[in-house]
């Protein structure tokens, strides 16, 4: 499957900025979207941003007008800027990318769907 690589997390006070980043590689593969989620300590996994393959985002209400999620021109590595960070935006980040793959088999080549997740970087906003 694809392997994902997250970095940019870190500790930074309220009302700052971070920006996360998620590189995707692999051989023969091909995205259809992209996303970040969060886990807060204690609480469930959320959607945080995602881009179709078309370019639409989608925010959570919580960051819209503070976090923009974009992608490179290749569109392998995905990006989460995030401006006026808040204290309840503590959590592990993590990115997911979904997609095809190729494989080769007995009788030639097969397409297979992959939903990839990145190992998570932390964010701590914290004075």
């Known amino acids: 499957q694809v392997q994902l690589v997250e970095s940019g997390g870190g500790l930074v006070q309220p009302g700052g900025s971070l920006r996360l980043s998620c590189a995707a590689s692999?051989?023969?593969?091909?995205?259809?979207?992209m996303g970040w989620y969060r886990q807060p300590p204690g609480k469930q996994r959320e959607l945080v941003a995602v881009i179709s393959s078309v370019g639409s985002t989608n925010y959570a209400d919580s960051v819209k007008g503070r976090f923009t999620i974009s992608r490179d021109n290749a569109k392998t590595t995905v990006y989460l800027q995030m401006n006026n960070l808040k204290p309840e935006d503590t959590a592990v980040y993590y990115c997911n990318v979904q997609g095809r793959y190729r494989r080769p088999t007995s009788w030639g080549f097969t397409d297979s769907v992959f939903d990839s997740w990145g190992q998570g970087t932390q964010v701590t906003v914290s004075s």
């Open positions: 692999g051989s023969s593969f091909s995205i259809n979207g």
